[in-house]
């Protein structure tokens, strides 16, 4: 690692700013894994603005370490923690992190229920439209729209019967949605 460490602080010298760019960020990052150790007792430490800033900060290092953090956050009590791993864990879209995330549909909150909806259409699972369909009839529109957009993100053929029907749906932000989405899956 610090032969790697080196080697990245004397790109920062090039002359090609997009490699200073990108040796700077990996240099961020190197230096971020070897402190996850750190992370963590932040994490557990702090107030709640410090653990937000330590899961966005995971989220950057993406490393399998991290994991663990990322996924204790989505049972916090706290509301703004679960969405802000949620987020991060969709971003990532680690296989591993699916079954943590699909337990959160069952959140009270219907904003965390949203968030996970919308962090599921960036996995590919081809298992995932069966758990998204049965939302696409919940009388929460944001949810509704969420479950739409992360179907069409899945290229889920097998949902467009049910996203057909919402063409007649009263709410004209749900017909739009569906709209799109129809024209998003290939098929």
Known sequence: MEQRRKVLIKMLKDQNEAVRQSAAEALERLEGIQNIDSLVRKYKAGDKPTRLKVLYAMGKLRSDDCLPILIHSLSSEEEDIRAAGVRVLGELADERTLQPLLN????????????????????????????????????????????????????????????????????????????????????
């Open 104 to 187: 959160l549909l069952k959140d009270p909150s219907p904003t965390i229920q949203t968030e996970t909806v919308e962090a599921l259409g960036n996995f590919r699972h081809p298992d995932l439209p069966r758990h998204l369909l049965p939302l696409l009839e919940h009388e929460n529109k944001h949810l509704v729209k969420a479950a739409l957009n992360s179907l069409g993100r899945l290229n889920a053929i097998e949902a467009l019967d049910k996203i057909m029907e919402l063409a007649e749906h009263e709410d004209h932000d749900i017909r739009r949605t569906a709209a799109q989405v129809m024209g998003q899956i290939e098929g």
